[in-house]
């Protein structure tokens, strides 16, 4: 429903902090004010309220008139904001209007900050499989991952308390990412658009939400699409849904409207995700024992970097890794061709040291161009051998490694 010219409405947000006081009883107040309002809060942390509610541009707040539909300008912002800090003995800020009440020898509740040790973490990203394991070493924790290339996303996980992949912030190419998260006070999915926190679109199964529809009982229609243009979170939907390519966004609105953990279930199943997610956020499977996820550990800067050069010469996408996957099958299954073509070069290069030595002999003076050409040939021979064994020697030892694994699955089958 689009908005009255006549009258345009606000969004306006706060919240409240009023200890030893029930949602229902800040409920009330403002419906025996007709307020117009939505208010969020957590079970176990019911002191603490969200508010949404309307304004105008004069700072008056949206609600029911006593005898039609609609809304119409009520008291100013900061007036209800007062009232409502005096009424509750709390602390009460909407918008830009602020009021405390609280008492001076009032205790509030413990409100725990961060993860859980029982949080379970997973992060759908379009990000490079090879970034994963920088993030492990900047996190602090063991990330595992797993790819979807039908999707061309990266699915990666982790659990219990630690940084989190965002908290340092999001690079371009890992955008739109989709946090999912469940722990012992939430469950909660987060779509990550622009890297700008504001622009998240963020939904729980653990908040309770309730609508004050001002002094009505039964919201007309000129009311409830107004709530549904303003107050209401319309967009989490679409760009929950536009974070994963192929997401149903009827089937995660309705996922959405499904209560606790089966509702994360249905998201999982309506964005296309595998089941193992779902088993994953609800604890049943562990991160590192997901089909196909390999798990990097922080192991320091310059193993995360190796680890993720070595990834990324592995990717067929990666600019020059078809030149880096044909040099490890030549001097893996083909050494002599490495070690003709470091003799040849040495060859050469010694040659030309020679050539310029017996000129100096002759002459009396240096030929710098043989002297330099043939040095640089030479190092690069040795270079070029050294290089060739390590590759070949690391080559070996993973397939060695691919093979033990068969064998062990085999022998555990």
């Known amino acids: 429903m689009a908005q009255d010219p006549a009258q345009r409405w606000n969004r306006t947000e706060g919240v409240l902090v009023v200890p030893g006081t029930q949602p229902d009883a800040v409920a009330a107040r403002l419906e025996a004010d007709r307020v117009v309002a939505r208010l969020e809060w957590y079970p176990a942390t019911s002191h603490l309220l969200s508010i949404t509610l309307l304004a105008d ?34 602390d009460v800020t909407i918008g830009p209007a602020s009021f405390n009440a609280l008492p001076a020898d009032v205790s509030l509740p413990t409100v725990t900050a961060g993860t859980s040790d029982c949080a379970r973490t997973v992060v759908v990203s379009p990000l490079s499989a ?72 963020v939904f729980s199964w653990g908040m309770t939400s309730r609508y004050v529809w001002g002094g009505v009982a039964e919201p007309g229609p000129a009311l409830r699409g107004l709530v549904d243009e303003l107050l209401a979170d319309s967009t989490d939907v679409s760009l929950v849904a536009a974070a994963v390519p192929g997401a149903d966004a009827e089937a995660v ?57 070595g990834l990324m010469l592995q990717d067929p996408s990666a600019p020059g890794s078809a030149f880096w996957q044909t040099y490890v099958r030549t001097v893996t299954e083909k050494p002599w061709i490495m070690r003709a073509g470091a003799v040849l070069e040495a060859s050469v290069g010694g040659l030309l040291v020679g050539a310029a030595v017996r000129r100096r002999r002759c002459t009396g003076s240096l030929h710098r161009g043989f002297l330099a050409a043939g040095i640089v040939l030479l190092v690069d021979a040795v270079a070029e051998t050294s290089l060739a064994s390590w590759t070949r020697h690391r080559e070996l030892r993973r397939r060695a490694d691919e093979e033990m694994a068969l064998v062990a699955e085999e022998l555990g089958a």
């Open 253 to 309: 609105a309705a996922a959405f409207s499904t209560p606790g953990i089966d509702g994360l279930v249905a998201l999982v199943e309506a964005l296309g995700l595998p089941d193992w997610v779902a088993s994953v956020l609800s604890g049943r499977l562990a991160p590192a024992e997901v089909p196909g996820a390999v798990v990097h550990e922080p192991r320091g800067l310059s193993n995360a970097v190796g680890r993720s050069v």
């Open 130 to 201: 090879y970034m994963v394991p920088l993030q492990a070493t900047l996190l602090e924790r063991p990330l595992a991952v797993a790819s979807l290339p039908a999707l061309d996303r990266r699915i990666v996980m982790y659990a219990g308390e630690g940084n989190e992949l965002g908290d340092f912030g999001w690079d371009e190419e890992s955008l739109p990412a989709l946090v999912l998260t469940v722990d012992a006070r939430d469950i909660a999915v987060r779509a990550v658009t622009t890297g700008e926190s504001e622009d998240d679109a």
């Open 57 to 90: 541009a004069d700072g008056r707040v949206a609600i029911t008139p006593p005898s039609r539909g609609g809304v119409i300008p009520g008291s100013r912002v900061s007036e209800l904001v007062e009232s409502l800090a005096r009424e509750f003995a709390g």
